[in-house]
């Protein structure tokens, strides 16, 4: 029955590991824990129920790219009573969506628009037949995305009646699988947890003794190995750098990179062109990949490493979901632990930073009534970013100080307000810097890569399909990856933009 609807609804024949059992417990209206590694079909586990079931389905996701994706897919396969509601939605899109939210049977939101009471007034009213939560880790303080948005999922959950809930993610360790359960009130939560080795992809480490000398060992492994290609860096400055230089060295090779400081339409035709394959190589941050999928990605190489060993798995994962022999490569060199060091310290707010704004907010109680506190002027006035200020909003509010951006009046002891913030703050950076630690200890081991990488995540690895990694018979001159046809269109930036907008125009049709 539930092959039949697969097939007929997305045009499979077969399941993919774990995609039946966590939609057959679904449908049977339990709550579930799903982990199912990178490109193994996750969305399928949310969208084929929400063809089933009666009522809406309702998905939370932080991947605004992915969640345009998968509606425009949807839609040009037939299924139109989807929406995709975020920050990209014009104030009059969003109006007339609202008014018509009935009409869908798959609603994708970014978690910030469960703060929009006007959607959650709407949404109330319907009957939500599914909770779904992708990239569930973000939920988890100890996740390697954790979003404080992410934080309130519970609140929403208990404000809609409860419905089943499904929490998805690529990588969770144990420990964040039972934050995740714990945080979402779900005690009695199903757990589908599958292996998160990808049994065709391999590992190897280069080291060198200069930074400089990792772009021309790229650049010579890409003339040699003419691939699609991922290279990830933690610097915007950085991909941008790569990129003049490895055109200058591969001229017959198409590279652009992609950074979250580029504007939105150049972004999203960097995208596009690569899913297309008129781009062979992405200089990258961590802002391209999530949700992407791309079957024939052959290397993934790490210039910088990020700061975790769950964004090393999922960035990897990228690699080969077609299931053909793909490498994943790391490049490492002295001092690089640094970069991601800085970048673990900004994530959130400092001791300072905390206390200044505790301070701001108890001198205006007073003149609460006339005094609101505007996200905007706040990140500007104490020098925050969006992450750190969404963070320290969020604590503000569970403990008393603030309600819709409104200081109360009845709030007691800043001072162990501010103590607890700190020390919150203190525990998250020193689990943060173990996990890097854990990240680099696992470059310079001296053993199976394979099995090192999952050891804090399943207690066994998979057979590999084809090699395993340079400790144990991995070699580039014993590799021999699938080469794709390149397509060589060469046209105007401008025609392939219309070319996008009239296709997703069409889709819309």
Not at 377 to 392: A, G, I, N, P, V
Request: glycine share 4%; proline share 4%.
């Amino acid at each position: 029955m539930l092959e039949q609807q697969l097939e007929t609804f997305f045009g499979h024949t077969n399941f993919r590991q774990g995609q039946k059992e966590i939609i057959t417990d679904i449908l049977s209206g339990k709550d579930v824990l799903g982990i199912l590694p990178t490109g193994s079909g996750k969305s399928i586990c949310y969208q084929l129920p929400a063809r089933i079931l009666e009522g809406t389905t309702l998905v939370i996701s932080p991947l605004i790219s992915l969640m345009i994706d998968q509606v425009k897919q949807l839609i040009a396969s037939g299924f139109k009573e989807v929406i995709a509601i975020n920050s990209f939605l014009a104030n009059s899109d969003r109006k007339q969506v609202f008014h018509d939210l009935s009409k869908y049977k798959l609603i994708y939101a970014s978690p910030e628009m469960l703060q929009n009471n006007v959607f959650m007034e709407k949404l109330k009213k319907l009957t939500v037949s599914l909770f779904v939560i992708d990239e569930a880790h973000c939920i988890s303080q100890w996740g390697h995305e954790f979003r404080p948005d992410y934080l309130k999922l519970n609140e929403t959950i208990n404000y809609l009646n409860h419905p089943p809930v499904l929490a998805l993610s690529a990588t969770a360790t144990p420990e964040v699988q039972e934050d995740i359960v714990h945080q979402l009130d779900c005690p009695l939560m199903t757990r589908h947890i599958y292996s998160m080795d990808r049994d065709n992809i391999a590992f190897i480490v280069e080291r060198f003794d200069h930074f400089n000398q990792k772009l021309e060992y790229a650049a010579n492994l890409l003339k040699r190995f003419p691939v699609p290609t991922m290279i990830y860096f933690s610097s915007r400055n950085w991909t941008e750098q790569a990129v003049d230089i490895l055109s200058k060295k591969l001229p017959n090779l198409r590279i652009a990179f992609y950074h979250g400081g580029m504007d939105q339409t150049d972004r999203m035709l960097v995208q596009q062109q690569f899913m297309n394959d008129q781009l062979d190589v992405i200089c990258c941050t961590s802002a391209f990949g999530m949700g992407i999928n791309k079957t024939n990605i052959r290397l993934v190489i790490h210039f910088h490493l990020p700061t975790q060993m769950e964004s090393f798995i999922q960035e990897v994962g990228r690699a080969g979901r077609d299931g053909e022999s793909s490498v994943s490569v790391v490049l490492v060199a002295p001092n690089d632990n640094q970069l991601p060091k800085r970048l673990i310290e900004t994530e959130l707010p400092t001791e300072a930073q905390s206390k200044n704004v505790i301070s701001f907010i108890t001198e205006h109680i007073h003149i609460q009534n006339n005094f609101r506190l505007v996200d905007t002027e706040m990140m500007k006035l104490f020098h925050l970013s969006e992450t750190q200020w969404r963070f320290l909003k969020y604590q503000l509010e569970k403990h008393g100080m603030i309600k819709e951006g409104r200081i109360l009046t009845d709030f007691h002891n800043p001072h162990h307000i501010e103590s607890h913030i700190t020390t919150l703050i203190k525990n998250r950076m020193q689990y943060k810097q173990e996990k890097l630690g854990a990240l680099f200890e696992w470059v310079a081991g001296e053993s199976c890569r394979r099995k090192n990488l999952f050891l804090s995540f399943q207690t066994d690895v998979n057979k590999p399909k084809y090699m395993c990694c340079d400790h144990c018979d991995f070699t580039f001159n014993q590799w021999n990856p699938t080469f794709n046809t390149i397509k060589n269109e060469n046209i105007g930036w401008k025609k392939q933009l219309k070319q996008l907008f009239l296709q997703g125009i069409n889709n819309e049709e």
